[in-house]
C-alpha cells in the first residue's frame, strides 16, 4: 500500500501542477504540452487503478493522436501567444466561485455524507483489460463496432467532398 | 463470434450489408467514370437499391434477431425499409437532372445517398439504443454534407452549417437520455429495458428524464415543434433535390426509432410521457401550419408543411402506452409515413422541375408562388401532379392522404383524446388555405412559368400522384399489411 500511496501522491502532484500550468500558461504551444504531460501523468493514474486498456487508449489517443494535431493547429495557425488580458473579465470571478462551489459540494458528500454513495461492487478479475473489452467489442458489439467504422468511412468522405478542390463554376 | 456466426449474421441483414458493399464499391467504381457521364454512377446506384428492395421483399415474413439482439428482423423494419428504399429510388430520379443543371453533380452524391439510406434501414432495425445512436448518425452525416454540396453557394453552406451544428446537439441530447435510462435500467437493449422496469427496483425518475432526452434527441430529427427552428433554413438552403429526399428520409427514420423505442420500452411510462407527446404533437400541428400560411417561398412553405405533418404523426404516438391501442398507434404512422413519401415527392419532384437558377436572363428562381402561375395551362400534367399532392397534403379523397390521416385520427379517438383530434381536424382545415392557395395560381392566373423537360423529373412526378391517387383505392390491404407489420413488433 505504502509505495502505491507515495506513487500516487508524487502522480497527483505533476497531474496538478501540469494542469494548473496548462491553463495559466500564456503561450499556446506549451499549454499543449502541458496537457501531454497532465494525459501521461492520468494514464499512469488509470494503471495504479486497475484499468490498462483506458491507460493505453490515453497515452495512444490522447497523448498521441489528438495532441499532434491540436499542435499542428496551433502552429498552423500561428496563434502561439495570447493577448494580455483576458477577453472575458468576469469570466475570472465567475470560475472561482463555481470552482469553489463544485470542491464544497464534492467535500459534503466524501466527508460529511459517505454513507449516500453506492456500494461499489468489486470488480471481477481481468475486468476492463484488453483482452476482456476485445472480448465483448469482437462478440455483443460486433455489429455497432463495424457501423462505426463505416461511420467513420462517410464522415471522411464527406470531409473530402466539402473541403476538396472544385473546378471553376460553368453557372451560377 | 466466430466466422460461421459472423456470416451467419451478416446474411440476416443481408439487404443492409449488400447496400453498404455496394456503396463502398460504387465510390471506387466512380473513380473510373468520366467526368460527363456520372449517370451511370447514378444507374448503379440505383441498381443496388432495386437489388435491396428485391431482397428485402423476398424476405417479408421473417422475424428474427440477428447479432445478440443488435437487430431486430421483422414487418416492421421490412415495411420501414420499403419505404427508404423507394425514397433513395426517388431521390436519385429527381436528383439525377437537377444536379448536372445546378453544375454540382458529382458521383460521391449518389454514394453518400446510398450509405444514408443504410442508416435509415438499420436505423428502423436496430433494437439497442447504442444500434439507434449509430444508425442515427450514419444516416445524418451523409445528409450533413449533401445539404452542403453546391458549396460554395451560400445559402447550401449556411443550411450544411445549421443542420450539423444542431443535429450534433441533438445527437447530444440523444446519447444524454441513453446514459441515464443505461444509468437506470443497467441496459441498452430494448426488451432488457422494458424487462427491468416491470421488474422494479428502477430509479423511474431517472428513466423518465432519459425517456424525455432520447424524444427530444428524435424530436429534432423529425421536426417537431419546438425543436424544429432549423427546419426552414435548412429545406431552403439545401439544394432541393437533397431537402426533396431528406424531408421524407430523415423523418420516417427518426419515427421509425421514436415507434420502435417508445412502443417496445417504453410502456411502462406511458402516465408521463403520454402528456407530453399529446402537447408536442398539438403544438407541431398548429404551429407548423399557421406559420406556412405566411410561406411565399415555395421551398419554406413545404418546410413548414412538413413540420406541420410531423405532429400528425406524432398524434398518433400519443395513445402508445395502451396495450390494444399500441398497434393502431404504429400501423396507422407507418400508413401515414408511406402517404407521405408518395405525396412529398410528387410535390418536391414538381418543385424541382419549376426551379431554375437566377441570372439566365430571368430574375426569378421560380420558387416562388408567382412562379406557378398559368402552370395549370402550360404543363397540364405537372400541374395535376402537383394538384394530387396538395390535396393529399390536406387530405381530401381520393388520396392517400386521406386514408393516412383517416387511420390517424381514428387511433388518437381509439386512444381517448377527442380533443388531440379536433386539432388535428381543424389544422387541416387551416393548411388547405395554403395548400389550395397553389392550386389557384397554376389553374387561375395567367402567366409563363419556365419548366424543364426532364423526363426522370416527369417520372417521379406523375409515378408518386398516380401512386396516391391508385394506392387509395386499395388502402385496405395496405394498412393491413402495415398492421400485420406491428403484430410481430409487439
New interface residues.
Given amino acids: 500500500m505504502i509505495p502505491d500511496m507515495i506513487l500516487f501522491i508524487l502522480l497527483a502532484i505533476v497531474a496538478v501542477t501540469s494542469a494548473l500550468g496548462m491553463l495559466l500558461s500564456r503561450s499556446a504551444v506549451y499549454s499543449a504540452l502541458n496537457l501531454v504531460l497532465n494525459f501521461g501523468t492520468v494514464a499512469v493514474l488509470y494503471l495504479l487503478l486497475g484499468a490498462p486498456f483506458i491507460a493505453l487508449a490515453q497515452i495512444t489517443v490522447y497523448a498521441g493522436a489528438i495532441m499532434v494535431l491540436f499542435l499542428f493547429v496551433i502552429m498552423l495557425l500561428g496563434v502561439e501567444q495570447l493577448r494580455k488580458g483576458s477577453a472575458l473579465p468576469w469570466q475570472q470571478t465567475l470560475a472561482i466561485i463555481s470552482g469553489l462551489l463544485l470542491l464544497a459540494l464534492t467535500a459534503y458528500v466524501i466527508f460529511i455524507r459517505p454513507m449516500t454513495l453506492p456500494q461499489v461492487s468489486p470488480t471481477q478479475l481481468g475486468f476492463g483489460t484488453p483482452g476482456a473489452i476485445g472480448e465483448i467489442l469482437f462478440n455483443k458489439y460486433l455489429l455497432p463496432f463495424e457501423v462505426t467504422s463505416v461511420l467513420l468511412l462517410v464522415a471522411m468522405i464527406g470531409a473530402i467532398v466539402l473541403t476538396g478542390k472544385r473546378e471553376p463554376k460553368t453557372k451560377t | ?1 466466430s466466422l460461421n456466426d ?1 456470416l451467419v ?1 451478416l446474411n440476416l441483414i443481408m439487404p443492409i450489408t449488400i447496400l ?1 458493399a455496394w456503396a ?1 464499391v460504387l ?1 471506387l467504381v466512380d473513380l473510373f467514370i468520366p467526368k460527363e457521364r456520372k449517370g451511370i454512377t447514378a444507374l448503379l446506384a440505383a441498381l443496388g437499391l432495386l437489388v435491396a428492395l428485391a431482397l428485402v421483399i423476398s424476405r417479408a415474413g421473417v422475424a428474427t434477431s ?3 439482439g ?2 431486430m428482423i421483422d414487418g416492421f423494419a421490412t415495411f420501414m425499409s420499403v419505404i427508404f428504399l423507394f425514397s433513395g429510388l426517388a431521390g436519385i430520379a429527381v436528383a439525377y437532372d437537377y444536379l448536372i443543371r445546378s ?1 454540382i453533380e ?1 458521383g ?1 452524391y449518389y ?2 445517398l446510398l ?1 444514408s439510406i ?1 442508416g435509415m434501414m ?1 436505423m428502423a432495425a436496430a433494437a ?1 439504443l ?2 439507434v445512436f ?2 442515427l ?2 444516416l445524418s ?2 445528409l ?2 449533401l445539404a ?2 453546391a ?2 453557394r451560400p445559402d447550401s453552406e449556411e443550411a ?1 452549417l445549421k443542420y450539423f451544428l444542431l443535429g450534433a446537439f441533438a445527437s447530444g441530447f440523444f446519447l444524454y437520455g441513453t446514459a441515464l435510462v443505461y444509468g437506470a435500467t443497467g441496459s441498452t437493449a430494448l426488451t432488457e429495458i422494458v424487462s427491468a422496469t416491470t421488474s422494479g427496483g428502477v430509479n423511474l425518475s431517472f428513466l423518465v428524464i432519459g425517456a424525455g432526452l432520447i424524444l427530444v434527441g428524435l424530436g429534432f430529427k423529425v421536426a417537431v415543434v419546438p425543436f424544429h427552428m432549423w427546419t426552414p433554413d435548412v429545406y431552403q438552403g439545401a439544394p432541393s433535390s437533397v431537402t426533396a429526399f431528406m424531408a421524407v428520409g430523415a423523418k420516417a427514420a427518426g419515427f421509425a426509432a421514436l415507434l420502435r423505442i417508445f412502443v417496445l420500452a417504453f410502456p411502462p411510462l406511458a402516465m408521463d410521457l403520454t402528456p407530453v407527446l399529446w402537447a408536442l404533437a398539438a403544438f407541431t400541428m398548429i404551429i407548423g401550419n399557421v406559420i406556412a400560411i405566411a410561406q411565399r417561398n415555395i421551398k419554406r412553405m413545404l418546410a413548414y408543411s412538413s413540420i406541420a405533418h410531423a405532429g400528425y404523426i406524432m398524434m398518433a404516438l400519443v395513445p402508445y402506452g395502451q396495450g390494444n391501442v399500441a398497434a393502431d398507434t404504429v400501423a396507422s404512422a407507418l400508413f401515414y409515413l408511406l402517404a407521405y413519401m408518395l405525396t412529398s415527392f410528387a410535390a418536391w419532384a414538381v418543385v424541382i422541375a419549376l426551379e431554375h ?4 436572363g430571368r430574375d426569378t428562381d421560380g420558387l416562388s408562388l408567382e412562379d406557378y402561375s398559368g402552370l395549370g395551362q402550360k404543363q397540364p400534367a405537372l400541374a395535376a401532379a402537383m394538384t394530387v399532392a396538395m390535396l393529399s397534403f390536406i387530405g381530401i379523397p381520393p388520396t392517400l392522404g386521406f386514408v393516412g390521416k383517416f387511420y390517424l385520427l381514428r387511433t388518437v379517438i381509439e386512444g381517448g383524446f377527442p380533443g388531440l383530434a379536433l386539432i388535428g381536424l381543424l389544422t387541416s382545415l387551416v393548411s388547405a388555405y395554403y395548400y389550395l392557395r397553389v392550386v389557384v395560381y397554376m389553374y387561375m392566373r395567367d402567366g409563363e412559368p419556365v419548366v424543364r423537360r426532364e423526363p426522370w423529373l416527369y417520372f417521379t412526378a406523375l409515378a408518386t400522384a398516380v401512386g396516391v391517387v391508385v394506392l387509395s383505392i386499395f388502402s385496405e390491404p395496405l394498412f393491413n399489411w402495415a398492421s400485420q407489420a406491428v403484430l410481430k413488433l409487439i
Fill in positions: 463470434m459472423l449474421n453498404t463502398c465510390l440477428a447479432f445478440n443488435m437487430i453544375g458529382r460521391e454514394v453518400l450509405f443504410v438499420l439497442d447504442i444500434m449509430l444508425a448518425e450514419l452525416i451523409p450533413y454534407v452542403g454540396i458549396v460554395p450544411a437558377n437566377m441570372g439566365e
